[in-house]
Structures are given as C-alpha cells and as structure tokens.
C-alpha cells in the first residue's frame, strides 16, 4: 500500500535501472530528503539472474563484483582462442547480491518507501500520477517518473522481435577442473539446429562455475530440452561427467528492433522499457549504468531529462541488420561472431559491443565481415 501522496521521484518497477538511479541518488548530499518512491510486484529475494558486462576502470556497483577475469575464451568449429582483453576487465554480478547491496542502503533512508503489488495501469497528467496496483487507484504528486516496466509493442508489425533465452547451471566437481582465470565469453561448437546458439562457462574456482545454454531463437524451447543440452553441452565439450547441480537460473531477454521511447506523456522509460538492452546482443547491465548516471548527473544541474541523448542512430542501424540477419537466417550466427573475433582485435570487439568506436574503427569491423548478406540487409533497413 502506498503511505503518502507526494513524491519528488517516483519509480514504477525495482529492477536494475530504478535500483542503479535511486542508489546514486542516496549517494549524492544534493537529493538528501528527497521523497521516493518504489514500486514493485514483489520483494527481490532470489538470484533470479547474472549479469556480464566489461569494463575498464572500477565502476559503481564494483563493490559486489562476484568475479573478475583478465582473459576470455571463444570458440568455434572454424576459430578458438585464449584472449587477453587488458585494460578491460570481464566482471559479473550476481543478481542477489546486487539487490542485497541496493536495499541494504536504502532501508538506511527513510525518505524512501517501497511498495509491492501488480502494476495495472498507470498514467500521468502534469504533476498527477495515476496508478491502479492490485486493483487499487491512487492519484499521487509526483516530480519524475520513471517506468522500467515493459509496454506492449502498439505497432509491432513493423518490427523484428527475437528472443535470447537462457539456463545455467551452478555445477560443481568432485575434483579440480576449471581454470579460473579464464571465462569462455562464447562457445559456439553446440549445434545449430534451433538458430544461433551457444554456450558459456564463468568459474569461480577450481571446481565451481557457472554454465550457461543461450540461444538467439523465436520459439522458446520446452524446459526440459535446455537441460538435455547443458547435459550434453558439460559431458561432450567440458569432458565433466561427474557435478552436483548447485543452482539454476533461467531468463529471457527480448531482442527487437522497435524504437523504445524514453520519454511518454511526462513518463522517462529506463532499462530495458527505454530501450538500454542492445537489440544485437542482449547486452543491457553497462548501459544501464551509463544511463543513469547520466539521469543523476542531469537531476543534479536541474536539467530537463528528456535532453538525455539517445543512442547514435548508427548503432541502432548495426543492431537492426544482424536482427534481420538473423531473423531470417540469412547468414548462421556461429559465422559472423566468429569473424569478428577471429579477424579483429577483442578490445575493438568489445568497443563496438559497448557503442564506444569511432565510425572509422566500425568501418575496420564491418568490412571483415561477410559482405553480400550485410549489404543486402544494410540496403533493407536503409
């Protein structure tokens, strides 16, 4: 139940995005005893999720980092190899601890409320927000809002919609296994048969890690074959046949082409509802925190959010042609990440995946990529 009728910042889901703004916000004296609100379906009480992402420096949320790596590891039928990436660093962040960390500092707040229930509807009219939560209606004032609650898409016969799917495993071997120093960013010597599909293994130590089945596909597939294929995928190419399960985790990332709004009738869309997912990739936690230190910094000069630049149009333009590249199978997934690593440097890959290069350094890229399908799907989206 909400408390109180007036907010200055008013949060419509508690995920990443809302979590990652509202803690640089407590961390800053400027927002001292601003009024927040934070709603969501549920308490976070569960590692519902992993997030991956590299980095060169110490990032904000660097305190939870569960594991770091210097080097990573790609492979295929065609390339592998061993790959130093300095001065980045693979790091990932286990979705419990990063909620643990967010809600232990806000409880240390209390100009800050938390309230759970279903997000029926919202909507707003100037200062005069309107939420219906559990069937409930409350009309509250409120300063910003901001919503990372998915919307349907209104016109989406005119967007290319793919799924990234996804089970891990926690697994863990009676003997020492695992090279630790090492993640394996892509493991494309898994079949092929669904669409672009591969794995991935993130040790934490010697005899623990965490293996993950991925696909880039349009169907989901039933439960049961996502752990016939981790099976396979740890006996045939991991040579392990002996593990105890420790955790699991499954998730779904939508892979789309749709121009997510960031602003809507006085409403700011972050996370993935403001488009900070990378539609090529699935990649979202980095430019979640990209975002929203851009949203602190633009509160704390008091100036108008909606000014915010979006993504370059040209990386939206790149992430559409692989979309329909792979949407309709014009080229197998396996062979254009392949190329990519196999004929440019993995720091420039990384760039790339992050929007950082130049248009020069896309050019170097893209021309070691095959040529006739990208061109043919360049000349579709243009």
């Known amino acids: 139940m909400i408390q109180h ?31 927040i609100l ?25 305190d939870i980092v569960y594991k770091r790596w210097d080097t990573i590891s790609f492979y295929s039928e065609e390339y592998s190899s061993d790959m130093t990436i300095a001065p980045y660093q693979y790091k990932m962040i286990r979705g419990i601890d990063f909620y643990d960390h967010c809600f232990r500092i806000i409880a240390q707040y209390p100009n800050v409320e938390l309230a759970y229930g279903n997000i029926d509807t919202f909507s707003r009219k100037g200062r005069q927000l309107s939420i219906s939560l559990d069937g409930g209606n409350y009309v509250l004032d409120a300063g910003e809002v901001f919503n990372s609650v998915v919307q ?5 016969t005119k967007s290319i919609e793919l799924l990234q799917h996804f089970k891990g495993w926690v697994v863990e071997t009676a003997k020492d296994f695992f090279n630790p120093a090492i ?40 439960q049961q074959q996502y752990d016939e294929e981790l099976k396979n995928y740890i006996s045939k190419h991991l040579e392990i046949e002996n ?9 779904v990332i939508p892979m789309s082409s749709r121009r997510f709004k960031y602003e809507e009738n006085g409403i700011y869309h972050i996370g993935t509802a403001g488009g900070q997912t990378k539609a090529s990739s699935g990649y979202t936690f980095q ?26 149009k040209r990386f939206r333009f790149y992430d559409n042609v692989l979309l329909y590249i792979l949407y309709y199978n014009k080229l197998p997934g396996d062979r254009i990440f392949t190329r990519l690593f196999k004929r440019n440097k993995p720091q420039q890959v990384l760039r790339f995946l992050d929007n950082e290069t130049s248009l020069a350094d896309e050019l170097k890229i893209i021309a070691t990529l095959p040529t006739m399908p990208f061109l043919s799907a360049a000349m579709r989206q243009l």
Request: glycine share 6%; charged share 25%.
């Open 5 to 35: 009728q007036s907010y200055d910042y008013v949060f419509l889901g508690a995920g990443c995005a809302s979590l990652s703004i509202v803690v640089r916000i407590l961390k800053n004296s400027q927002f001292d005893g601003k009024k």
């Open 38 to 62: 934070l709603i969501d379906k549920a308490p976070k009480v569960q590692n519902d999720r992993t997030w991956c992402y590299w980095e060169k420096e110490n990032g904000f949320f660097d």
């Open 152 to 156: 349907p898409d209104k016109d989406s």
């Open 183 to 222: 993640a394996t960013m892509m493991d494309f010597r898994v079949h092929q048969k669904e669409g672009t599909t591969f794995s991935y293994v993130l040790p934490f130590d010697a005899r623990t890690a965490l293996v993950e089945y991925t696909l880039f596909t349009k169907q989901l597939l039933p």
């Open 243 to 251: 593990f105890i399960v420790r955790e699991a985790e499954f998730g």
């Open 287 to 312: 430019f979640i925190q990209k975002h929203s230190q851009q949203v602190v910094d633009y509160l704390g000069a008091g100036r108008q959010l909606s000014r915010i630049g979006a993504t370059p």
